[in-house]
């Protein structure tokens, strides 16, 4: 996908709203950890991402989404919510990814804050994220939210002043406070925490209560028996 696509943030850099960062692996090679679900995998990862960039968009506190993705299909699906979508020409990984998402971002609005947020939250509800932004907001400084399972991160944010410096993958709550990033403890904020890699994660997001594309795509799995 060349370019730039989306049909939100018109306010051109005017407005004091987070701007969100998204990456999004070419759904053929996404969620690798649930090979078990088969066939529906990717429908699964493309679900997961809309309705994580639909609760975005709906967040009190986010001005805009930019997706990085090299997946057509699901970039155009993402535009169509109201996502910029922007290629992956790094091609780098993930992290990579999130520095170009965030410089395409400082090219478009230089004095926003940025965060770059998971696309696998499929339970995400657009009251806690801000919650979680406004207290990221109030820490001053780059600042971020560990996973459910309190090894990962799954959200980091930064004010305008200080780059992203994103340290996703692994083990990633421990490296984002080596950096020198503040953890944020509140609010609990289950929904913005609840990343799915596994059919148990996807269990435990279905119990929060998720989003319609994933409730779409969960029901496939289960009709397939996995």
Known sequence: MDG??????????????WSLVVPLKPLEVAKSRLAAAGTVRPALALA?????VGAALACAEVEDVTVVTDDPAAGAELAGLGA??????????????LRHGEATVRARRPHAPVAALNGDLP??????????????????ERAFLADAA???TTLLCTVPC??????FGGASRARHLASGAAEITLPAAPSV??????????????????????????????ARGA
């Open 4 to 17: 730039m696509s989306g049909v939100r943030g018109g306010s051109g850099g005017d407005g004091t709203g």
């Open 48 to 52: 997961f991402v809309l309705d994580t």
């Open 123 to 140: 339970a995400l509800r657009p009251a806690e994220l801000a919650e979680v932004l406004r207290a990221a907001a109030g820490a001053c």
């Open 193 to 222: 925490r609840q990343d799915v890699d596994t059919l148990e994660d996807l269990a435990a997001a279905l119990a929060l209560g998720v989003g319609p594309f994933t409730a779409v795509a969960a029901a496939a799995l289960t």
């Open 162 to 167: 200080l780059p992203l410096a994103p340290g």
């Open 84 to 97: 910029f979508v922007v290629a992956d020409s790094p091609a780098a990984g993930l992290n990579a990814a």
């Open 150 to 152: 309190g090894t990962g």
